[in-house]
């Protein structure tokens, strides 16, 4: 192992950022989508380039995002996640009968929103926050298959991303 962990310790560096970053964008995409009001990104977001939000491609706001977490230690990457996932729960603890029982619009990282759906499948149904944060967690357990670069290896986890579909 080298230094902070080798391989292991890179792979959840980059899926713990990535985790951070992307969580803290569907929870306040799926708050505004059901408040109206704009959207509020809780945690501590990092500084990301102004290209950050022109509408890249999947790979260059990943990218983006990697380079900006890089600079924070595993635990203040799970700090971030972490308090993104508390401010979620705070809010949907709060949310009255009516929000629970409406069905909001999908909003999707690019392109127009997808089909409404009742704000529980937003929150934990597929494509949502905590199904997302699932599927990473559940594949870090997992082998990484050979990259088909040879260079990018330890991100493996966060290339096949069901978000970027």
């Known amino acids: ?40 990104l809780d945690g501590r977001p990092p500084r990301l380039p102004a290209g950050f939000g022109r509408e890249p491609s999947y790979e260059a706001r990943e990218r983006m995002i990697q380079d900006a977490m ?36 999908d909003p999707r990282p690019f392109g127009p929103p997808g089909p409404p759906r009742p704000l529980a499948d937003l929150l934990a149904g597929w494509r949502g926050p905590l199904a997302h944060v699932e599927w990473h967690l559940d594949r870090l357990t997992d082998e990484p298959p050979p990259a088909p670069s040879g260079d990018d290896e330890d991100v493996w986890v966060v290339d096949r991303c069901p978000l970027q579909a």
Do not use: F, K, N, Y
């Not at 391989?7 to 708050?31: D, M, S």
């Not at 990457?77 to 993104?84: G, S, T």
């Open 1 to 40: 192992a080298g230094p902070g962990g080798g391989a292991g310790a890179a792979a959840l560096r980059a899926v713990l950022g990535h985790l951070a970053e992307w969580t803290r964008w569907q929870v306040a995409a799926i708050r505004a989508a059901a408040t109206g009001e704009d959207p509020v």
């Open 70 to 105: 890089a600079l924070r230690s595993l635990g203040e990457l799970a700090r971030d996640l972490q308090e993104v996932l508390e401010a979620a729960g705070r809010w949907a603890a709060g949310c009255d009968d009516a929000l629970w029982e409406a069905e909001l619009p």
